[in-house]
């Protein structure tokens, strides 16, 4: 790239580099540079940038990230972090949205791209919006699934509870790709294991559901809670219960106001950061 400025004036005119002539290289405000890209199916991908090293976050929150847009201004869209805190780089995991602002372009990112990220962490799917308990229900549609697969490698999930049981429904087996994988490699994670303590993978149960293609285990998982099927298969007796489970959801809006319903009957509270009860919710998108 030319160190030159590419007006009609200097063209024509070959000035020498000095600190008043070169012209530097566009900096991204905010700007992390990309590391690692992952394509899982043709609507989603994860990939992994730099961390700066001021943010600091608790696992479970999102931040905005995003592109410089045509007009020159930052295009920003709020992204769960699926990285946990104490990681050194920054993990999302994307939808690609055709005619997306954002997506359309985001999902070409290369390594040694740079994208835009606000080191603003914010968000209620935290333990802190929790009150104590014994057994901690994640549940997933979709990319929702990103925040858990921060919590998933958080120590204080393990710490807190007996017990982890991660629910994920989305329409095609291919979806539940990323999920699954990040579950195998948890489980077989030695520096994790140091970490969080022999055997603390043991703790997790998880609970992939397909709506769309044929799988193991088919349908919406509010309607398997409602019938009884996810207590079934986990050998779950009683249900729900207000005084040992705990739960956060994420997913679409429908989603998320169908569970609400459900954990609601089953007398659990919504909780906030300032408020903390016995389960949290967060939207994985708008619309
Ligand atoms: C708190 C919060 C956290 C979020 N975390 C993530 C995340 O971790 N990963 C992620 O991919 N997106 C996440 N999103 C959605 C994200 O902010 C953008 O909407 C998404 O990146 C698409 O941006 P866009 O500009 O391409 O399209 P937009 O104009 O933002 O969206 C266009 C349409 O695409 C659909 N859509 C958008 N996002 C999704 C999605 N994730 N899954 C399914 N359909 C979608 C919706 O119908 C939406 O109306 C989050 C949103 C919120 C509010
Ligand atoms: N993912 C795709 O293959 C695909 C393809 C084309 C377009 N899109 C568009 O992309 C957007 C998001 O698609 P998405 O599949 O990522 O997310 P989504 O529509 O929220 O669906 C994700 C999963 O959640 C289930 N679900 C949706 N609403 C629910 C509710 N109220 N209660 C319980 N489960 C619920 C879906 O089951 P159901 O299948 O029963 O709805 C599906 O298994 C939508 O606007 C969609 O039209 C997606």
Redesign the pocket.
């Known amino acids: 790239m030319s160190v030159y400025p590419a007006d009609s004036e200097t063209m024509t005119e070959m000035k020498p580099v000095t600190e008043v002539t070169a012209v530097k290289a566009p900096v991204l405000p905010d700007a992390q540079t990309v590391t690692d890209v992952k394509h899982w199916t043709d609507s989603?991908f994860s990939f992994k940038v730099s961390r700066p090293a001021s943010l600091r976050f608790r696992s479970g929150e999102?931040v905005m990230i995003g592109l410089l847009g045509d007009n020159g201004k930052p295009?920003l869209?709020?992204?769960?972090?699926?990285s946990p805190s104490w990681d050194e780089e920054l993990e999302?995991?994307?939808?690609?949205?055709q005619?997306?602002?954002?997506?359309?372009k985001?999902q070409h990112i290369k390594p040694g791209d740079q994208i835009i990220l606000r080191p603003k962490p914010v968000?209620t799917l935290v333990h802190d919006a929790l009150l104590p308990g014994k057994r901690l229900w994640f549940f997933a549609t979709?990319?929702?699934f990103?925040?858990f697969a921060s919590l998933l490698r958080e120590p204080q999930t393990y710490e807190d509870y007996d017990e982890v049981i991660i629910t994920h429904t989305c329409r095609e087996v291919g979806e539940l790709e990323y999920g699954r994988q990040l579950i195998e490699s948890i489980r077989q994670d030695e520096m994790l294991a140091e970490l969080m303590g022999e055997g603390f993978a043991d703790k997790i149960r998880y609970y992939p559901t397909t709506t769309r293609e044929e799988s193991p285990k088919m349908g919406r998982i509010t309607e398997l809670l409602k019938d009884g099927t996810v207590f079934a298969d986990l050998g779950i007796e009683g249900g729900i219960k207000p005084e040992t489970d705990r739960a956060m959801v994420?997913g679409?809006l429908a989603f998320n106001l169908d569970i609400k319903k459900i954990l609601e009957e089953f007398d659990l509270r919504e909780g906030a950061n300032s408020e903390p009860k016995e389960f949290v919710i967060?939207?994985?998108?708008?619309?």
Do not use: M, N, Q
């Open positions: 989603l999102f295009l869209r709020a992204y769960s972090i699926a999302f995991y994307s939808i690609k949205v005619d997306g602002p954002l997506t359309s985001l968000g979709g990319t929702g990103a925040p994420c679409s967060e939207k994985a998108f708008v619309g």
